[in-house]
């Protein structure tokens, strides 16, 4: 059999969240066979092989990946959480090291796919320049995406398999109950306020209101993720993945309050976390009303990624024009991105 004949194999850790869901429906859609990574025992799913591997343990990690002796691709989007960003680095490192240097003992590995963000340019650490370009120079402290990239560039000198950092902005995604799904908690918002007989009123601050964020639909995502995976020019190389499109919150809000039919009203600084625990009996109340199938809010939502993100007061944007430059040329429409991921949301009764 022929390197051109050779079957492409996925393995896809962080298969259930945001990211990694939709690039599984994608590389499956696409004709791939494709293996989930999970720490704990997953339930059968119709195509998809599930592995149960501890990432954090090298040793029992070696022993879940050494029968993956086909794998060629690595799709890495899990990732750890901790209560700053220096305990956060070598849990994640740690992780991503066990499982490529697992994969490469076994496997003919042709490229590994680390999804990455805005925190390489410094966006969690306040204003920062934008747009951010992939040639930005690197921001000193404690990371992990950074400390990720740095290890697997490390890593590949001299090797055969090749690596590639994808860099999304906030992500649309029609998957429920994650709890960094910014449509998501809007939509929740904008049902609670309807009840409530409320205008939509921006949560954050008059700057925050002014400032641009850029957004990354999902299906976009999978299908740029999978473009640089199998692309030759892609080798090495990291790329910001946008819509390509830029809005402003005093743009884009009003066309959300007018898509579920609700007034407009200025920014003030609200918790998205506070307001769905106040509110959570008038979602129980929606839910029986209207038949849907979660009564309780905060499974649906804590609102914590929401507040996150409606508290920056600095624009958080990128440059995406080097990954249009070196082939991939598809483009979303923000506003539309969100529309159709409200009308999902409904078709699915998550929302009333």
């Given at each position: ?31 791939w ?57 070598e ?8 499982l ?36 930005d ?48 908690s ?12 409320l ?7 008059a ?90 809010i ?37 506003d ?17």
């Amino acid at each position: 059999m022929t390197q051109r004949e050779t079957p492409r194999v996925a393995l896809v850790a962080g298969a259930s969240g945001i990211v990694g869901s939709r690039l599984v429906k994608t590389l499956l859609d696409n004709k791939w066979q494709v293996i989930g990574l999970s720490r704990h025992t997953a339930a059968p799913t119709d195509n998809l092989m599930t592995v149960k591997v501890d990432l954090l343990n090298a040793q029992q990690s070696a022993r879940a990946l050494q029968p993956l002796c086909r794998v060629t691709h690595i799709f890495y989007s899990a990732w750890l959480n901790a209560t700053n960003w220096a305990e956060m680095v070598e849990p994640n490192v740690a992780m991503l090291r066990n499982l490529v240097s697992g994969v490469e003992r076994v496997a003919p590995l042709e490229s590994v796919s680390l999804m990455q963000g805005y925190k390489v340019y410094g966006a969690h650490l306040g204003a920062f320049k934008t747009p951010a370009r992939e040639s930005d120079p690197g921001v000193p402290g404690a990371e992990f995406n950074a400390a990720q990239l740095h290890w697997l560039s490390d890593f590949q000198r001299q090797k055969s398999w090749h690596w590639r950092a994808l860099r999304p902005g906030v992500v649309g995604s029609a998957a429920s109950g994650n709890a960094m799904n910014l449509a998501l908690s809007i939509a929740l918002y904008a049902s609670l306020c309807k009840a409530e007989r409320l205008p939509l009123r921006f949560p954050g601050s008059a700057q925050t209101w002014h400032s641009i964020v850029d957004h990354t639909d999902a299906a976009l995502l999978a299908e740029a993720t999978l473009w640089a995976a199998t692309a030759p020019a892609a080798r090495n190389q990291a790329y910001n993945v946008t819509n390509g499109d830029i809005w402003r919150w005093s743009e884009l809000w009003p066309q959300i309050a007018r898509w579920f039919e609700l007034e407009c009203a200025p920014p003030v600084n609200l918790s998205f976390q506070q307001l769905f625990a106040d509110y959570r009996a008038t979602w129980r109340t929606l839910a029986e009303r209207y038949n849907l199938p979660q009564a309780d809010i905060l499974q649906l939502s804590n609102g914590q990624f929401a507040d996150f993100v409606f508290g920056w007061d600095y624009d958080m944007f990128g440059d995406g024009s080097k990954l249009r430059r070196a082939g991939f040329t598809r483009y979303c429409a923000t506003d539309e991105m969100f529309f159709r991921l409200f009308t999902q949301f409904r078709a699915a009764r998550i929302i009333p």
